[in-house]
Antibody
């Protein structure tokens, strides 16, 4: 059974960089595409972006200038980096696995981690 | 507002059938892209419910079904149960935005 677990700071100061890591267990990270999705408190889901097994990335245009998703196959982890954060970036951040590329969906999700942007 | 439009809430009594709509446009659902549905129980991560319009992952009861017509899609839940009370989100791909897009979510209340 594939399991995903997000980790990283729960509090980030405005203008700083949010960094999260997702550790994948129960399966290889090399064979799938991997997404980050976030959910502001009390609101709906927002897709941030994904990295495919081939190394290509696709980001939400509204966040593209600030987002980087990378994969560390040696650790079976993938990461999210979001720069110049503001209070609007406060959300629960989920990592997820996509069984296909492009027009796809997420079949396994992490439990989510709340990141608050505040001084 | 989201690219995909869902009703904010729906409700039904136990045993009833309810449907949740997801209305898009010619650049997403109407362009032939698949529609997927997620169930989010209170305080938990979303769970894949339906993928590729009407395919259920292993473990999802056949009470849940999906359909698509034109620029809209629907999720139907038959034989409503108390444990179905959750938020439901549709998701597709939008070619003009080049992104995955989610609906705003629909809160299902079991009366």
């Amino acid at each position: 059974q594939v399991q995903l677990q997000e980790s990283g700071p729960g509090l980030v100061k405005p203008s700083e960089t949010l960094s999260l890591t997702c550790t994948v267990s129960g399966g290889s990270i090399s064979s799938y595409s991997w997404s980050w999705i976030r959910q502001p408190p009390g609101k709906g889901l927002e897709w941030i972006g994904y990295m495919s097994y081939s190394g290509s990335t696709n980001y939400n245009p509204s966040l593209k200038s600030r987002v980087t998703i990378s994969v560390d196959t040696s650790k079976n982890q993938f990461s999210l980096r979001l720069t110049s954060v503001t209070a609007a970036d406060t959300a629960v951040y989920y990592c997820a696995r996509n069984p296909c590329g492009g027009d796809c969906y997420s079949d396994y999700w992490g439990q989510g981690t709340l990141v608050t942007v505040s001084s | 507002q989201s690219v995909l439009t869902q009703p904010p809430s729906v409700s039904g009594a136990p045993g009833q059938r309810v449907t949740i709509s997801c209305t898009g446009s010619s650049s997403n659902i109407g362009a032939g892209y698949d529609v997927h549905w997620y169930q989010q129980l209170p305080g938990t991560a979303p769970k894949l419910l339906i993928y590729g319009i009407n395919n259920r992952p292993s473990g999802v009861p056949d009470r849940f079904s999906g359909s698509k017509s034109g620029t809209s899609a629907s999720l139907a839940i038959a034989g409503l149960q108390a444990e179905d009370e959750a938020d439901y989100y549709c998701q597709s791909y939008d070619s003009s935005l080049s992104t995955w897009v989610f609906g705003e979510g629909t809160k299902l209340t079991v009366l």
